[in-house]
């Protein structure tokens, strides 16, 4: 007796029915348009592009030039590959163009299927990007499909791995680009670690179609792509200054208990000059000079781990390495280290080993890459079990696309043995059985160590076979094509070959290709080509006749959509074939969800070696512990995705004002606000708001005040003054920093000064973000053990993760104030030609092109002015405080012309 739902479905059809039965009118139309787009002339047919481009410029919807545009990609296939669009082939191209999934068996043409809604949305101008799952399948769409583009006017890029920025920047200029998830995710990473915009390579999103949808969105989500670069190796940098730190005295330095921090006095940093040139490791001048920049960093760490870190009560030294101490619950924090190279400055202290880290500088997973696109779509041969997370996570409904025609292929009932060798020598038996009646087999494994174990049964039978070897792709692509030759067995993992069909009696054209590639004479080509089609015809004819491909799978997958996808190899455009699952007690699958059970119920009903047990009711049994095990994996990636959603906020963030920042003229404004925000900050820390003069820290205001502004403010005489109040101490301190600001910008000039602004805004948010990652990456290790206090992780991640990228931005203000205040330009003598990279300089390595964006910028600023005269300053541009004067006197610069300067 039939249910409700099914007989309501057998009486209305199901939803996916009604959805496809909508597309009904528009297929109608584009039928019925066909013979007045079939009278154009070629350059008629190529000038709709255009004619296309310019309705949408007027406002024309996309949707209003759909039927048009997609009889005239149709005629364009015909005349350019001889393929015309079914009826199917078109519902699927608007399923695409709306943003949903298309689900289509293997071999109804998905690649064909996306030129109806690449062309559609791509003719506007704004690009479109199509996804490939490897290199080979991006590189043999591009020219195959980007055939019919080209005819109709539009240009056609590709993105492989190898290429530089010009390359890539010329392929994504492209109306149609095609290239995989890994290369379109890592260039949009490596975009947002420019320094230009001119240097960036991706232009805005628009659309893209994902082809093998749930394999980029489902089954490569699960691992966020990430840009790391090994730190520097600086462990001798740190040893050795490390060995000079101890040389300084107590008037060399000047500390804060309380606000943890130690600076290096005027006296101090003489000394420490004199000690670092003595060492070779400043070139002369001045310690802020801006090629000192990284030393001057090493230095106050190493600063930092000898005056204010105490060994067994900040940190403790266990098993050769340096742990943290929690300052709160007095326990050992295994894992954790001191960003920044703090840490490294402690192991150099301790004299234990440095331990160079891999910094994560970029990351991003699949789920909110994808995102970014304003539309997405996707194809693949199965979406439909993956349904509710597509919905949920990417907004994606899937449309299940009849066939062109119906299916022939048989699928057999699973046979269940008690062990993996009844299993085993029941495929052989299967295979040898397919090999007499000349039908191919294709093996689906789920590892490469099965396929091996398997591949050796076969050769001890002396059964000739193929292994696919998905190192290769090219590879890949022949072995699958010809694995419907008569009698041919191929094993493969259930993942491999995806994009290339299976052709009964093999692939003619690759076959062609392949047998004629050395023959210049055209026409042996053509008679060799003539001969072989006729033999593979036959054969197909032969291999229809002993009943199609076989697909035998091994063993069931944890995900009922890999099992799908192998059985989808056979019976592809209404071919003849058959597919069966061979499992043991003994299968992972099996193992998981109940086999002792099960085997000794067999046992019991006396199930002899080497007999199976078959019926529907053990398929539906299996179809449910694999729906246990899709919805676990779903609510596991759900879970990672929350917490990726926090870091995404935050990237979003960073990313858009990185990009404002390069696209900005000038940001003094920007510097400007953010060091009055930090007078205001060093202000109340040190005086509070409303509280009385007895409470105010006006040693630690003056400290810090000079630690970042590198200006001695005179707190002292201020206070003085009867009533003085914290808001006039603010003023003046404020008009001070003013005051230094403009005498440095006055003597860098406005064009090398709104330089300097710009990069050293956009290295230091580079650099602070860097260890925020890091941070986020230790909090989400650790934040899932306060479940055990009854604390939501995902709230305690969310608050947390907020607040460091709120200090993180205070850091940004502070740093970027700091090194505006400290750092120096030379203008006196260009650099020599072989002048190796100065240490500490801002510097951006492009990861592709391993170019420095900055060598243009140093050119500028380094660039010979106008001749110097001893007697005239105007003529000696920024010259370095502990440099000799130019005036000729013998002495340094400070303490003669840069006094009077100064007074």
């Not at 209404?574 to 099996?590: A, R, T, V």
Request: proline letters at 3%; one cysteine or more; a negative charge.
């Amino acid at each position: 007796m039939l249910g409700l739902g099914n007989f309501a479905k057998r009486l209305f059809g199901s939803a996916n029915d009604r959805v496809v039965k909508g597309y009904a009118s528009r297929v109608e139309a584009i039928n019925d348009l066909e013979p007045q787009i079939k009278a154009l002339s070629d350059d008629q047919l190529r000038g709709k592009s255009a004619e296309f481009r310019k309705r949408i410029d007027d406002g024309t919807p996309l949707d209003s030039l759909l039927v048009e545009a997609f009889a005239v990609v149709r005629e364009a296939a015909w005349r350019v590959l001889g393929q015309r669009h079914f009826d199917v082939q078109l519902i699927g191209g608007m399923v695409l163009h709306e943003g949903g999934i298309a689900e289509m068996r293997t071999g109804e043409g998905k690649t064909l299927v996306s030129t109806l809604a690449t062309y559609l949305n791509a003719v506007g101008g704004k690009g479109v990007h199509v996804v490939t799952v490897n290199d080979y399948l991006a590189s043999r769409d591009s020219k195959w499909m980007g055939q019919i583009f080209k005819f109709l006017g539009l240009d056609v890029g590709c993105i492989v791995h190898g290429l530089d920025d010009d390359e890539r920047r010329y392929a994504y200029s492209c109306d149609i680009t095609y290239g995989t998830n890994n290369e379109f995710g890592f260039d949009y990473l490596r975009d947002n670690m420019k320094f230009s915009l001119d240097a960036m390579v991706q232009r805005p999103f628009n659309f893209a179609i994902v082809d093998e949808v749930d394999s980029i969105l489902v089954d490569e989500a699960r691992t966020p792509l990430i840009i790391s670069g090994p730190t520097e190796d600086n462990s001798e940098l740190y040893r050795t200054i490390d060995l000079y730190i101890g040389d300084l005295t107590e008037e060399d330095i000047e500390k804060d208990e309380k606000a943890k921090t130690v600076v290096l006095t005027e006296v101090g940093t003489e000394h420490m000059e004199q000690i670092l040139t003595k060492a070779g490791l400043i070139e002369g001048g001045s310690l802020y000079d801006i090629e000192n920049v990284s030393i001057v960093h090493h230095v106050n760490q190493a600063l930092r781990a000898h005056k204010m870190f105490t060994r067994d009560v900040d940190y403790i030294v266990n098993d050769d390495k340096v742990i943290i101490i929690d300052e709160f619950t007095g326990r050992m924090m295994e894992g954790r280290r001191f960003s920044e190279g703090l840490h490294q400055a402690l192991e150099a202290k301790e004299h234990v080993r440095i331990q160079n880290e891999n910094q994560t500088l970029a990351s991003i997973t699949f789920q909110n890459y994808f995102r970014l696109y304003p539309k997405l779509s996707g194809m693949t041969g199965t979406a439909s079990t993956e349904a509710a997370e597509f919905a949920d996570i990417y907004r994606l409904n899937v449309v299940e696309i009849p066939t062109n025609l119906p299916v022939q292929r048989i699928d057999e009932n699973d046979e269940v043995y008690r062990t993996e060798r009844e299993k085993h020598d029941a495929i052989i038996k299967q295979i040898e059985e397919c090999t007499k009646r000349d039908q191919p087999v294709l093996v689906g494994t789920v590892s490469i160590e099965k396929s091996e174990l398997l591949a050796s049964l076969l050769k001890k039978r002396n059964i000739a076979h193929n292994v696919l070897n998905a190192r290769y792709h090219e590879q890949e692509a022949y072995i699958i094509a010809q694995a419907g030759r008569a009698a041919g067995v191929t094993i493969a993992t259930n993942m491999a070959g995806r994009g290339t069909d299976i052709q009964l009696g093999g692939n003619i054209e690759m076959r062609i290709a392949a047998e004629t590639a050395d023959i210049a004479d055209e026409a042996e080509r053509k008679r060799l080509a003539d001969a072989i089609t006729a033999e593979m015809m036959e054969e197909r004819a032969r291999v229809k006749a002993a009943g199609g491909l076989y697909v035998i799978g091994t063993e069931r997958h944890e995900s009922r959509r890999i099992d799908n996808q192998l059985r989808g190899r056979s019976g592809r455009q209404g071919d003849p074939g058959h597919s069966k699952f061979y499992l043991s007690l003994e299968d992972d699958l099996m193992r998981i969800f109940g086999s002792e059970r099960m085997d000794s119920m067999l046992v019991r009903l006396g199930l002899e070696d080497g007999e199976a047990i078959t019926h529907p009711w053990i398929n539906k049994a299996l179809e449910k512990a694999q729906m246990k095990v899709e919805a676990r994996n779903f609510d596991i990636r759900k879970n990672l995705l929350k917490y990726d959603d926090v870091m995404n906020d935050q990237r979003k963030a960073i990313y858009e004002q990185r990009r404002e920042l390069m696209e900005a003229e000038d940001v003094s404004d920007t510097i400007t606000d953010m060091r009055e925000d930090v007078v205001q900050n060093i202000l109340q820390e040190h005086i509070p708001p409303r509280s009385f003069v007895e409470q105010w820290d006006t040693d630690g205001l003056r400290v810090e005040f000079h630690r970042v502004f590198n200006i001695e403010p005179p707190i002292a005489e201020w206070l003085k003054e009867d009533g003085i109040s914290e808001i006039e101490i603010g003023d003046r301190l404020q008009k001070l920093v003013d005051a230094y600001m403009a005498e440095r910008a006055e003597r860098f000039g406005p064009k090398a000064m709104n330089w300097l602004e710009k990069n050293m805004l956009l290295q230091t948010v580079d650099s602070q973000w860097k260890d925020h990652l890091l941070q986020l990456d230790h909090l989400r290790q650790t934040v899932s053990l306060r479940a055990y206090g009854q604390r939501d992780p995902l709230n305690e991640y969310k608050s947390e993760a907020f607040e460091m990228f709120e200090a993180m931005m205070g850091r940004v203000r502070t740093e970027t104030t700091l090194l505006m205040s400290h750092v120096e330009l030379r203008f006196d003598d260009p650099p020599p030609a072989d002048l190796r990279q100065p240490r500490g300089e801002p510097t951006h390595i492009d990861p592709v092109t391993g170019e420095n964006e900055f060598d243009a910028a140093r050119e500028m600023l380094t660039a010979p002015g106008r001749p110097k005269d001893a007697g005239d300053p105007t003529t000696w541009g920024r010259v370095s405080r502990n440099a000799p004067c130019p005036c000729g006197s013998g002495k340094k610069y400070k303490h003669c012309h840069g006094a009077l300067a100064n007074a």
